[in-house]
Each structure stands twice: as C-alpha cells, then as structure tokens.
C-alpha cells in the first residue's frame, strides 16, 4: 500500500472513461484505479495481484452498466472478493439504445419493438450529453460513499458538466456543416455519438457478430454508394480484417479510440477524424 | 461327463468382406483339452475371438456354457496373441496380472487379499516372481508372453484360450506352460492354439485344423 | 510474508481454489495423460461455448447450458472413438470446431447486440467466488468417489480395453462415464481459473508424474503433490513481483516440466556411457 | 446466382482462400490425423500468443513473433516427444499453456492499454486480403514441393518409425521438418481463416479420407477435394442463408463426417447381421 | 575369406538401471548363419538393437562391417520381434514391403519400378500375393510376421537380422522360410533368433546361446 494513496477514498472503474470522471469529480479526495485492461480477451485476459489488492481496499466501483462485454459475468466475481463495495452504475438513468438492423430499421418497427430489451450498444458513454449524467451518477455515489467531502464533489461535478456541455456544443457546430453524415466503422461502438450528433453509423460488425456475407455485402454496396472512403477501427484490435474492407472500397483505415481515459481530448479528436473522412 | 462347453454350428464370420470363417461345427465339452492349428489366416484367432463375444458371426450359431458369448466372463480365461499397449502406462506386471481377477469382482470391488495372492500365485507359475514390480514396458517379447498367461491363470478360469502362448517362450518354460497345462487338464477345459504341432499332440486330447472352414473330427466330445 | 499475502480474501481464495483444483486436476489428469487425450481441455471447453450460444439464444443464462452442452459432447466423442473407430483427437477436434460454430451461429440467430460470451466460460484465479470454492469440492469429492469406486475398472480399459470386454466390463459405459468426470471438471475448473490453466494443470503434474510413478494410483498422488506446490510456489510468486497468477503457476509448472525431462535425459545420458 | 456470389471481391477472395487452404489443409491434415496429433493446431496458434505478446513487449509488429516462435515450439514439441518419451499430445498441451502464459506475462509487463492481441492471430475468411491469397499459394508451392520430395521419408516415420532409423532415415530431423510444416501451416491459416476453422479443416476431411483410403497419397488426394468440397458448398450456404461462413463451413463439414460415420455404422451393422 | 561382419568385444548394455548384456564377445563372419538362442529376456532382441545402433552399449565395443552400428543401413536387414503399429494406419502391404528399400535410396529419391518388382518379388517368396492390397490392420498375427520378413527381403541385404521370424508362422510357412535362407546362405550373413533349436539346429552353421553373457564358440568363423 503506497502512502500517497492513504486516506483517499478507493475507487476502482471498470473502464478507462469512467475513471476519467471518477478523477475529475474526486479530485485529490480519491484515488481511482482502472479494473481490466480494455480490450482483453477473456483467454488471455488476467489481472495481477495487485488489482485485485486495489480492489479489495476500494469503497466504491463504477461500472459501465450497460453489458459492456467483461462487466457481464466478472462484476459478479469482483463483487464476491470485496462485498462492502459500493456499487455505481454509470448507465442510471441513461437511455440505452438498441444497435438497430440495417434493413429493418425503418420497415420492421413493430417487430424490433418485440426484442428491444434484449441487447443494447453498451457504448452509452460516447455523447457528451450521457456523460453529464456518467458525471451526476458519480457525484452522487462519491458523496454517498464519502459525506465529509461533499462539497468539494459538488463543485468538481458542475464544473465538468459545464466543460461537457461546452463540448458538445462545440462539436455539434464543428459537424454542423457537413452534408453527407454516414461513416463506417469496423465494430459498432460509437451509435451514441451517432445518434447525438445525427449521423448514420454503418458498422461492418453489425450488432457485434460475426460476418455473413450478406452483411459484408450491405456494408460494401452501402460504403460505396455514400462514397465512404474511410473505415474506422479500434486501436484495440488487429486491423487487418478492416484493411481488407478499406481495400474493397478503395479506401483507408483509421484509428478512433472508444474507451480512451482523456474523455473530452478523445471525442473531440474523433469528431475531428469523423469530419475529416466524410466527402 | 460330456455337457459341450463351446458349442458351433455352422458359424461363419465375415470381415472386411472377407469370409473368414465359413460353417464351422464344433463341440467342445468339458475337460477337452483341443489343439487348434491351421495357416496363418486360417481364422483360429477370429474363432476364439467370437467365442469371447469380441467379434459378431454372420451366419450360424455359437453357445458357450450353454448361452450366448460374453455371459459368463467369470468363467473363462484368455490369452490374446498380440497386445496392442503403450509402452510408457504406468502399470506394473503384478497389477497386470491381478487383472486377470477381473472377471471374478463386481462393479465397485475392489481386489481383496485373495485375489492378490492368487495373482502372486499366478506370477509364481509363469517364472515371473523376479519380475513382478517391472513396469510391463521393459519387458522382453518372451516375458510379457508369460505375463499374459499369468493374467489368465490368475482368474482361476473354467475354459481357458489359448492364442499361440508359446509362440515367442523359451523351450523350457515352453515345457513348463504344457506341464502346467496338463496339470490342470483335469479341471479346466482347453482350446490351444498353437503352430507348433509337434510340440502339443503329446498334450492334448484332440486337434483340430482350421482354415476357413474345420476339418476335425465332428464331435470331439470324450 | 506469508501473513501479508493471506490478509487477503481473494488471495485466501486463489490458494483455496488452486489446492482443491488440484486434486480434480491431478487425479482427472491421471486419466488424460495415460489415454492421451491433452486435448480433451481444449476441445470440451469449445464445445460448450455452443452451449453458451444456445442459452443466450433461448434467453435462459448462458451458463445453463455449457454443463448439458459439454457432457454430450463428451458422450459423443466416446461413442465416435469406440463404436466409429475414430482416434479421440479426431472426434475431439470435430466437437471443438463444430462446437465453436454452433454457439457463433446462434448467436449470429438471435437479434441485438451481441457480448462477447466467451467471458462466461473462462475465469481466473484471482477472481474466484466462495460459491465456487464449494463447487470444486463437491466436484472433488465426486471425482474422489467415483474414481475410488471404479479404480480397477478404469484402470482396465486404460490399459487393455479388449481384456477389460473379455472380463464382462461395459467398456464402453465405463469410458463414457470417464469422459464425463473429465468433461465436468474442464468445464467447473473452466469457470474457475481458466482455459490456459486448466489444460495446464491436466497436462504438466501427470506428465511429471508419470516419469515417477509405476502404478495409476502412486501417479494420481504425485501429479495432486505436485499441482498444489506448483500452484502455491505460483502464487506466491506472482504476489511477489506482481505479476499475473494463473500465468506465473503455468510457468511454474512448465519450468519444472523442462527440468524433469533434462534431467531424464542427463541421467540417460550418463548412464548411456 | 454464382455470378451473383462472385460479383464481390471479397467473396471471390473468400473462394480463392477456401480453395487454396483446402490444399494445405488436406496434405497436412493427413500427417495430423495419422500421427494423431489434432491437439497441435490450438497448440501452435496458442503458442504463438507467445510470440504475439513478445513483439507488443518489444514494440514492433507483434506478427513478427509469432513464425518463429511457432517454429520453435514445433522443434520443441518435437524434440521433448523423441528425446524425452513424453507423448505428443503432453509436449503439445505444455507448449500450449506456456505459450499463453508467456504472451500474458509480457502484456502485463508492458504499461499502458492491452490490445485483444488474439485478433492479430485470428482471420475470417470473409475478410482475406490478396497479399494473404499470394501466401497461401506460396504455403502450398511448399508444402507441395516438400511432401513430394520427402513422401517416402515421411510415411516411413509415420507408420514406423524404428524401421526408417534402421534404414539409415534421421528420423528426428525428419519428424521436426514434418512439424515445422504443420507449424507452418497453421500459423499462416490461422490468420487467414481462423483458428477453428483451421482445427476443423486439418481434422474433417482426412478424417473422412482415412475411411476411404488404403494409402497415405490416396488420403492426401480425397482430403483435399472433401475439403474444397465443404468449404464452397459452405460459402454457397452462408451466401444463401446470410449466416457466419467460417462457421457454415465447419458445420458442412461436421455433417459430412457424422454421415460418414454413421455410413459405415449401418454398414458394418447390415454386414455384421 | 573370413571377414568378420560383426564384431562385438566385451559389450555390454544396460537398461533401466538392469545389465542386459554383460561382457559378450561376438564374431560372425561373411557368409555365416548364427542362430542365437537364449531365455526370454536374455538380451537376444537387445544384442540385435545394438547392432542395428538403435541402442546404445555402455562398455566394450560393436562393429558392423567395420565401422560404428548405423553406419551401412543399406547393407543389413531387419525383421523386428513386435511391431508397435496403428490399425487404421492407411498403408497396404505392399507399400510396406516396398519400405524395405527405403536403405537403398537416397534423401529426395522416389522409388521407381526395379524398387517395385523386388518388392513384388519379396511378397511373392513371402507367399502374400494374394494379400498385397491388403490393410495390414487387417491382417493376422502370421501373415503380418511374413510381411515383416518379406520387407527385409526386398533390401536384398547382405546382412539379415531375424527376431524371432517363424513365432507365429504356421509349419509350412516355417519351413519355406528355412528354405529360402538356405538359399540365401551363400550369398548372406544370417542372425537368426530363435527359441526354435530343433527346427533351426539342421540349417543354421553355428548356434549361440544368449544369457546376458554369451555361451558360444568364440570365434565362430569358419
Ligand atoms: N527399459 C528397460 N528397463 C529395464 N529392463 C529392460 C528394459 N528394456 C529391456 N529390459 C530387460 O532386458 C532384458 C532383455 O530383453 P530382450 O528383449 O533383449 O530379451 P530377449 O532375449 O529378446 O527375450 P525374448 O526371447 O523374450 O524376446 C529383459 O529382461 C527385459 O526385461
Ligand atoms: N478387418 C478385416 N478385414 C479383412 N480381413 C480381415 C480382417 N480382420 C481379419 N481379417 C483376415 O481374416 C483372416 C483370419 O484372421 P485370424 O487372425 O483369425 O487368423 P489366424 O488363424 O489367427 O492366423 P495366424 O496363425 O496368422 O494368427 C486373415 O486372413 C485376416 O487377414
Ligand atoms: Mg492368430
Ligand atoms: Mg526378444
Ligand atoms: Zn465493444
């Protein structure tokens, strides 16, 4: 236990953007600690001993809440180390939204209606908008967790919403200009920041999944026809599967980061690349 | 006493397509002690193989102690020609031999002090005392022969097959295993296999030859 | 030192877990190396991630379905490999790919998005829950059972499946009834430490073991001695340097595999002069 | 309809791989199934994780890792079950959990963000890029050329092994030249197609060939077309059924092989009556 | 002319931590045809081993047309006692056979039609022309014995090693094996193990005994 670290409230985040706000709120009242190295495959993936060290002194975890892939069956066993962890669910009181189906978007609505509650894009926490509620919800679980300090968390709060309220007005005037609003990337992670700022993401891992042929076929036809040139991809996978799709429309691939720990540097860099990429 | 042991009629036994054995009459009865010679390929492995119940006829009947093969493991010992095994199992020649007792347990039982010191028994009989806690794996061609015998013996059998046990045995345990054999003549039935004509019909009390089809007296029955 | 690493429940746990793993590992290890069947790890804990995909598919838990999932395809691999002719790596490579495309198909079935449900069937060690410390020792004790009342039966047909028939043992039922107990403890031990480790703990101790050992039974102690100090010494380690623990037991245990087979081949050697 | 299919490169490049696999994998599908060694495709792929997780730890492209350290795992694997009479299937599952291992102790080492470094490891036949067409032809020119060249060498060490050292063969050499082959191969189709397909098209089609075939260049032959056979009525029915490929072909296959299975079941039945 | 084949001087050999072999001193000569007999486990197939350079000695010395065991492969036949095999392997008979002149070729080199018709040949002499095609998993115990001999023969070696080559064979195979390395005789040096002594004791020119020390005219030379 390093002594800097002494007397501040133990946070642990599941993901690298919650802990950003988990830090900006707690300022020099916390200590935040990210849980899982995104992007491990459940394989390969292990934490080390001294995680699990953090995690057993931490008072409060935040997490994601919304069925991000490790939180579905490790939050349980994380739970069950330290059971006097409080619990924040950064999603509460988000609006979570299904990954609609290509073709049955407009048509099928009744349909989509029946299974709307069985999977959501647990990507909630790229629009600037959720992320004034990830900042309310952290507020309120820090104050639970550590009254004495309450102000402080306060302040903090506000004075990120406001910067995220700035943020988001800056990038809706930096997109306002654009004329074609489609952009494709590889897998589907950024449908919230699609729907704040009206654009029509195309994912070539539809819902997730693994290709069909089909699938590959509606993302190639669609890619051409709105004359995309650009596919974007996660820095945390291989890129070579979205080079082969870059290849067969003549275009190129780039990097855009959905689970970044500067939060606000991160989206405005991705508005800048999804600008960029729009004809 | 004649109550038949192993009972053919007209057995024939196809595999790969190939008639192997085709309407094989025979009895066996009880203190027969048979010499079962014949060509290579002339099916003597694969008719001990159908009495055992390992291999399925295609055409006739067989009986063993009055039912059908595999009733009455318990009562039957048996020594393969070749066992196929992994050199490196773990596996001692006298655990080996206690396998042989087999037969005579239920699900669930373990091996009991009688059953190892049978087991001991058998190792004595076979020359094998010097070798009993050898891993099978180092044994000699001629000394796992013996353990194979041993592990039948062991069993304490009724009717005991034999599938050329002294194929690669030194002549004095050769001398030795016929000995044995003709000490026991009295309370075991035997079927012999054997190539080596000359060596059995001083022992047995019948030959008979098999090559596809049996040329032997109809009813060996005493 | 000692003290310092078990103030921790999660490292009371991991201690907990690798010790009772490793009388499941050891003993069902026995059994996969002698039957030479290493890949069966592997092979069943693909084949049940079909079962995940199927229960994500009907909206049940996903886990449902891995326990059904798994032991059928254990049941299947003995009835292919004895009744097919077919070598068990075989049988067990076709379950592992036709396991793994069922479970991406219904998946692909069902709408929404889609987790990566890989997650539910591999744990860590590091991450093991007191429920499923229960969970190892029941299966231990199930393993212990039914291995001790089988002992002589499975001992014949590992050895010499023929005179195991001969001698009026259901061979088949009997290995059937192994796969199974091992089908069981990949998927609990799964779930528990993980893939990497499991085939780990199934593989290297019995390895070791066997060079040891000239009976069945004098191997299953040794491989149960040896999973457990490989797992403490592992563990210990990795509180140390802090570094990853499943991985560090795995080197552990690799290293000394390494070290045994050197010094077969100096002592060979040396003899050989 | 077929026009339709191939009007897109992707599918055409989907065909063109399924097809140029089918070769690799059905030769060297063959030496797997004989020598009984399906473990080593998960063993290899997962060793290489090894190496994946060396080049990340070293900073440059982690796929520069992984040829050699697959390699070297197949020399190991090789020399551990000659040299140390330990079996395939245990030298293979050693490598397999070292190999993990060591790839997971580098990411941790290295600081900052872990990438899913399986996804530089595992391709999707959906999504091969011509520069990996030219090397699955380069992989098949080779193994084409070496099996030709050492096909009597190889059968010998195959079937018996102590008569090809009595006849003057360097059967160790030989038996790491054959891995480093396998190695080969799956580590190259493993990014091209993926890692189950891979376990399924080294393991499927010869399986089904050794049903049918009295020798080993029969086999070899009858496991190519079973498996160029599966792998475009697989991508036909994906197309049709807008379903995953990779995993439509691996049930094709899978259901080929059942009903070949229970072929010859009936028919050993009908000729046993 | 006397030139010694294989010479052993004071070899012996140990095997997990047992001295199989102790001190045995060995010539056999150009054109001789030893038969080696011996108890089961009296180093016979390991004394064979050695000469073949697939075991190692750990004192004294062997060579084999003068040099160092493995030296000439091309030169020597071999007929294992045991054949550790898979029986699905897909290999017929006569692809095994034609392994026997796996000695005669080089790395790289195909085996062409004079390869093929000595292997016809030794099938024939074998008398497994009928079973040419066959998969040797379905052969029996004798017929793949015979298999094993007619591969040595298809090396046309100068040197023969037989373990045990008539154990399972059936009379009359036993004796055209006989002939036909009295035929050989003249141009071949023979070792013939055997626990056979009456039926090779009429062929052989000289008989060994092999306890793991050897009992045995010294020089056997003619
Ligand atoms: N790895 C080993 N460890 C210990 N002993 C061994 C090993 N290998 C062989 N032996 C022993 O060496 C002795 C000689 O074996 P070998 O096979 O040479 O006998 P043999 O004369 O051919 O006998 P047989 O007539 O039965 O074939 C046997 O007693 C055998 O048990
Ligand atoms: N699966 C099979 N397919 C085709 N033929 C087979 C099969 N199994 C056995 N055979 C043939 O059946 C015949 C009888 O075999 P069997 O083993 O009964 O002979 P055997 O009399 O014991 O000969 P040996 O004296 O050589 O041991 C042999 O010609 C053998 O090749
Ligand atoms: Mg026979
Ligand atoms: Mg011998
Ligand atoms: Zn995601």
New interface residues.
Partial sequence: VQPARRGKLQVVASIAPLSYFAERIGGSHVSVSVMVPPGGNPHSYEPAPRQMVKLGEATLFIKAGSGVEFELDWMDRFLSINRELRVCNGAEGVRLIPIKHHDEQETHHHEQDAHHHEGYDPHYWLSPANGVIIARNIEKALVLADPAHRDDYAVNCSKLVAELQALDREIRQKVASLKSRRFLVFHPAWGYYAEAYQFEQIAVEEEGKTLTPGQMQRVIEKAKANHIKVVFVSPQFNISQAKTIAAEIGGVTRSVDPLAADYQENLRSATQAFSESLP | MTTPVIECNRLSV????VMVLDGVTLSVCKGDYLGL??????GK?TLLRVI???E?S?GGSVSVFGALP?SF??R?G?V?????????????VR??VL?GR??K?K??Q??NRIDREKADAALGVAGLER?A?R?IG??????L??TLIA?ALA?EPELLLL??PT????????TTIYDLLDNQKKKLTIVLVS?D??GIKDHVSGIATLNTTLYAPRDICL | MLQEIFAFEFMRNALLAALLSSVACGVIGTYVVVKKIGFISGGIAHTAFGGIGLGYYLGINPLLGVIPFSLAAALAIGLLSKKGKVAEDTAIGTFWAVGMAVGVLFIGLKPGYAPDLFSYLFGNILTVPSFDLWMILLLDLLILAVVWLLSKEFLAISFDEEYAAVSGLQTTALYLVMLCLIALTVVVMVRVVGIVMVIALLTIPAAIARMLSRSLPGMMVRAVVLSALFSILGLWLSFLLDIASGATIILVAGFSFFLAQGWRFVSTFLRGR
């Fill in positions: 196809e595999l790969g397509g010679v014949g060509p290579n390929g002339g492995t055992l119940g390992l399925k295609s595999g493991p318990e039957i048996y393969p020609q070749r066992l196929f095994f992994d050199r490196e199992f773990p596996i001692s655990e080996l396998m087999l037969s347990k699900l669930f373990h091996f070798l806690d891993r180092t044994l000699s061609g001629g000394e022969q013996r592990r069993g599938d050329e194929a690669s045995v030194d002549p004095q345990m050769k190539h004509i000359g």
